[in-house]
């Protein structure tokens, strides 16, 4: 197929690039949050605060400073989208309205980035940096620093300290993203992408109307969207816009930074807890996973049935003829397990098949590779379990890392894994079930409850895409969907710095003949495998009625 070969280098170049990145990006970030020296600019970040960075904190007092902190920035960038027609910069435009306000609010602080608003005609430029571009910083920032806080929790015994908060936070943001941000941003703008402050620009189309074009701090911007894993676009469009995304190349780099630091989390996994073979399993299996979705979507996307598409070899609709089938495949799968919602084509306008994978993906908890941070400990958690049933079947109680997996660690991360489905099934069945909603369904039927199915399944693992096809900006929708993404957030934390607690104050168990090798092909199977099953399984009987079925009748 003509496509196959452009894919195929596409793909590969990403794969060899990552491969590069995983040991010198991996091994900077352990060094980044095992280092004893403070920076100056962070000694006064932390005087600023009022906080001691070398007092480290038990995990109920990590926990409040991290929700203390979450609390904070909902709050402050719900007012500054209320007030922002007093602002300078505010373009002209008015207040967001108050339940827009808090689902945006909520959107950007859960790292989440769901919009139901297009961003060039409701967001002015100071509402968009001061507000939605530094929450895409710190909120990246508090998914790696919940992640190193399980590490610790793994490589720590007899203590009840997990580090310090604000030292991760300030950590994560001035020595990791704003670096990286920083390069990524000039050669985005290299690339094309635009960067001023400037306001509309009238430009005259080719059938000869008039129409104002939006300017703006458009590549710094996607620059952290895309390597905090954040998504939201400063235009409606997103990474299908040419001011966001002008070409191929910029396509390519942009998935590069949406996957670079959650596929080196896990070198820095291995490295702070001592084993690099330890991380290697994990990142092997993130690989796999992510390496079959990709297939997968390229397949049905090229091979799908119909008479123009078998006539054109692809099925082209909603996609953009800058990027084809296969680099909006590949984009497409690296958002949604990602938890970056950034897209460069209309995911409702895939096949039923196609669709159903961008949903399977989210539904994996997205932990193949994850957010930043959240991809970590979401699949870290998914390991225990992993042990824990190797540990049923021969019988012998299961131990990670040297910790033992006791019933209350057991029930934590259990826990951990019922609370997103739940909040996403719930909201769904809500959704359906109530008149109002319904009414906001365009598409009834079973693809109607599959753009339903996935607003909720987005909101509640925090990854931010939209099937079209609904009018989610209600009052219901921007609340439930603001409800379900502080749910899908911070619940998980809680059971996460929990475990990580329990984990550090245990005394470590010599390995015996008996323990599971957890470095081994046989240990990475064994996780793969319980990642489909037990997250993925999860939404089947949902999956079944929406794009399966879609699926199976055409």
Not at 317 to 343: D, P, W
Request: charged content about 10%; overall charge neutral; glycine content about 12%.
């Amino acid at each position: 197929m003509s496509e196959t070969v452009p894919f195929l280098l596409t793909a590969g170049s990403l794969v060899l690039v990552l491969a590069l990145a995983h040991r010198p990006l991996g091994d900077y970030m352990a060094r980044v949050y095992s280092s004893p020296r403070h920076l100056r600019l962070e000694r006064g970040v932390y005087r600023l605060v009022g906080v001691d960075p070398d007092g480290e904190q038990r995990w109920p007092v990590y926990l409040r400073a991290l929700l203390a902190f979450s609390a904070v920035s909902v709050l402050a960038l719900y007012l500054l989208q209320r007030v922002q027609e007093h602002l300078p910069l505010s373009l002209g435009f008015a207040a967001i309205t108050p339940d827009q306000a808090f689902d945006t609010a909520a959107s950007f602080v859960t790292n989440t980035n769901w919009q139901s608003y297009s961003g060039e005609a409701a967001m002015g430029h100071l509402t968009q940096m001061a507000g939605l571009a530094v929450q895409n910083f710190v909120s990246a920032a508090v998914g790696m620093a919940v992640a190193v806080a399980l590490i610790r929790g793994f490589a720590r015994s007899r203590t009840d300290r997990l580090g310090n908060f604000w030292v991760d936070l300030t950590r994560t943001c001035l020595r990791i993203l704003l670096p990286l941000s920083l390069v990524a941003a000039v050669v985005l703008v290299a690339l094309g992408a635009v960067q001023n402050l400037h306001g509309f620009t009238e430009a005259h189309t080719l059938a000869g109307a008039t129409q104002a074009v939006p300017g703006g701090p458009v590549a710094s911007q996607e620059a952290i969207k895309e390597l905090g894993t954040n998504g939201g676009g400063f235009y409606n469009a997103n990474s299908a816009h040419p001011f966001e995304n002008p070409t191929a190349f910029s396509n390519w780099f942009e998935i590069l930074l949406l996957l670079v630091i959650p596929f080196s989390l896990p070198r820095t996994f291995g490295r702070l807890v001592g084993d690099l073979r330890q991380g290697y399993a994990v990142v092997a299996t993130m690989g796999a996973i992510w390496l079959v979705a990709v297939a997968a979507m390229f397949t049905v996307e090229s091979m799908h049935h119909g008479a123009v598409p078998s006539a054109v070899g692809a099925s082209m609709e909603g996609k953009e003829t800058r990027f084809g089938v296969g680099a909006s495949s590949l984009f497409a799968v690296s958002t949604t397990m990602t938890s970056t919602g950034a897209v460069d084509s209309f995911h409702d306008s895939f096949t039923s098949l196609g669709g159903g994978i961008t949903l399977f993906d989210m539904q994996l908890g997205e932990i193949t590779p994850g957010g930043t941070g959240s991809g970590l400990y979401g699949i870290l958690v998914l390991a225990i379990v992993a042990v824990f049933l190797a540990g049923l079947m021969v019988g012998r109680t299961p131990e990670y890392l040297g910790k033992k997996l006791a019933p209350r660690e057991m029930k934590l991360a259990s826990l951990y894994i019922l609370v997103t489905p739940a909040v996403a099934l719930i909201g769904t069945g809500l959704a359906l079930a109530l008149t109002g909603p319904r009414g906001s369904i365009l598409n009834p039927g079973a693809h109607g409850l599959s753009e339903v199915l996935y607003a909720f399944t987005s909101a509640a693992n925090n990854n931010g895409s939209a099937f079209g096809g609904i009018s989610v900006n209600t009052h219901f929708y921007n609340t439930a969907l603001g409800i379900a993404m502080l749910a899908g957030r911070f619940l998980p934390i809680v059971f996460v710095l929990a475990l990580a607690g329990s984990l550090a104050r245990q005394v470590p168990v010599p390995a015996t003949e008996g323990t599971l090798p957890t470095h081994r092909p046989l240990f990475v199977a064994l996780l793969g495998g319980t990642i489909v099953i037990v997250t993925g399984l999860t939404y089947l009987p949902a999956l079944a009625l929406g794009p399966l079925a879609e699926g199976l009748h055409r």
